[in-house]
């Protein structure tokens, strides 16, 4: 087998194409990455994400370790516990969390923005900015050539598909493999922390994911995001003398605009919201959640009240339809481009992560002589595929993402609802219970299948 290193094309600067292209250029292997976006804060949706002990693994083992070192400094600071409250905010449920003094085993809270500011570390001449992906031509001896909507085209020897839900090469290499609209709808916001609206919340939410169960089939979840620096960029006085360090020569720092923040997302069947909700924005918009959660606690609805106009977003929610294992070939896909997935619990990020490490693994033996490049492609795909579509099922039959959920339901979604809160209860407080959902929360995006 020829041991010449293939070089690898990744349409997509999104959480799997980077990790996918830092750990090539760690084993050796050229790569290079073109993102549609024009700078690094363009098109990012979303503000928090919860990365578990798959996506940890996977950064640690495709970082090298002073990046790894870097996002571990700029999480931020992890729940203590996961919290199942009603919307006037009286506990249901309250799971203590594993504390984060391991590197991987644990929750961690991401701001997306941070991490990816922090993946882009180091890849100046990896990452070009601007080129819209519009089509590929594989050629008889075995390259592949992206061209761009500017005109210009890059060849490599396989091409790695990154590029999200409505990824361009998929439609191209997979015309069948379609998303749906799940039926669901989110509105997400962020609201700056200050003393007063911490002030709002009870200890436990303030250091938790607090999961809401609202009457009438309206979701939410609340999550206080706080970082190692202050709202003018500053290392905060408590931070440890190791992270302090990393983050002083961290040249991201300087460029993050993440502060300190309070998430607050709620979500229900789309027939719920305004036929429009997708078009408004700002102050509309957070009109829109105002007027959804008419019965939540007054605390909620001011947290609402006082969010950033600006960051508040509409999501309608998709997930991908299954697709039967297709001919492995010069081009292959990872994260949402192949299997997207409901929103929650950070299960999207953490596949993603997934399959950039073991794609990564797979092309470094055919780098190394071990097998070829398309054997590689198609062992990565038959791994993928199933797990991928596994954590797809999974998520759209959890927390009510589904429209179809017996929550959304006009009689039988007040059964759902209590019989929700009751599982949460009795679970909470019977302590082999306790242990093994708290066992579930980390293995759920495990390795295993």
């Given amino acids: 087998m020829s041991a010449r290193p293939p070089h690898v094309l990744i349409i997509g600067a999104g959480t799997g194409g980077l990790c996918l292209a830092h750990g090539l250029r760690q084993a050796g292997i050229s ?18 994400v919860g990365i578990g002990p798959t996506g940890s693994r996977a950064l640690r083992e495709c970082l ?27 506990q249901t449920a309250s799971f203590e969390l594993r504390p984060d003094t391991h590197p991987v085993d644990t929750e961690r809270s ?135 360090a990393i983050l002083a020569g961290w ?63 509409p999501i309608r929610v998709s997930t991908s339809e299954p697709v039967p294992p297709w001919k492995s070939s010069t081009v292959t896909l990872l994260g949402d481009a192949i299997h997207t997935m409901t929103p929650g619990r950070g299960v999207g990020a953490n596949t993603a992560l997934r399959d950039a490490a073991l794609l990564c693994r797979q092309l470094r033996l055919a780098a190394a002589g071990d097998k070829t490049l398309l054997q590689a492609v198609a062992d990565y795909e038959t791994a993928m595929v199933p797990y991928g579509f596994a954590r797809v099922a999974d ?13 959304y339901k006009p009689v039988v979604g007040r059964l759902a609802l209590l019989g929700a809160r009751g599982y949460f209860g009795v679970t909470s407080r019977v302590p082999p219970l306790r242990r093994k959902f708290v066992d579930d929360f980390y293995t759920y995006r495990g390795e295993e299948d």
């Fill in 395 to 407: 998520s759209l039959n959890r927390s009510g993402t589904n429209g179809e959920d017996r929550m």
């Fill in 110 to 244: 991401v701001a997306r923005m941070t991490l990816r500011h922090v993946l882009l570390t180091g890849m100046d001449d990896v990452v070009h900015f601007g080129k819209t992906f519009t089509r590929y031509d594989q050629r008889d001896d075995g390259t592949v050539i992206a061209h761009f909507a500017d005109g210009s085209s890059a060849t490599g020897d396989l091409l790695v598909a990154a590029d999200g839900t409505h990824s361009a090469v998929r439609r191209q290499y997979l015309p069948h493999a379609v998303t749906r609209d799940a039926g669901t709808i989110n509105i997400a916001t962020r609201i700056p922390l200050t003393a007063h609206t911490r002030a709002l919340l009870p200890e436990r939410l303030q250091r938790g994911i607090s999961l809401i169960f609202g009457v009438g089939g309206m979701m939410g979840v609340l999550h206080v995001m706080e970082f190692k620096w202050d709202a003018d960029g500053r290392l905060k006085p408590d931070v440890a003398e190791d992270d302090a």
């Fill in 64 to 90: 090298p370790p002073h990046l790894f070192a870097t996002y571990l400094a700029t999480c931020a600071r992890s729940p203590r516990w996961f919290n199942v409250i009603t919307q006037r905010m009286r």
């Fill in 251 to 313: 040249p991201g720092l300087a460029q993050d605009p993440t502060r300190d923040n309070i998430n607050l997302i709620i979500w229900s069947a789309a027939r719920r919201f305004p036929p429009d909700v997708m078009q408004r924005r700002g102050e509309d918009l957070v009109q829109v959640a105002l007027d959804l959660t008419g019965n939540w606690h007054p605390h909620l609805r001011e947290l609402f009240a006082r969010s950033d106009p600006d960051s508040a977003l």
């Fill in 31 to 48: 790569v290079a990455v073109y993102e549609r976006y024009r700078t690094s804060t363009d098109g990012l949706l979303g503000y928090r």
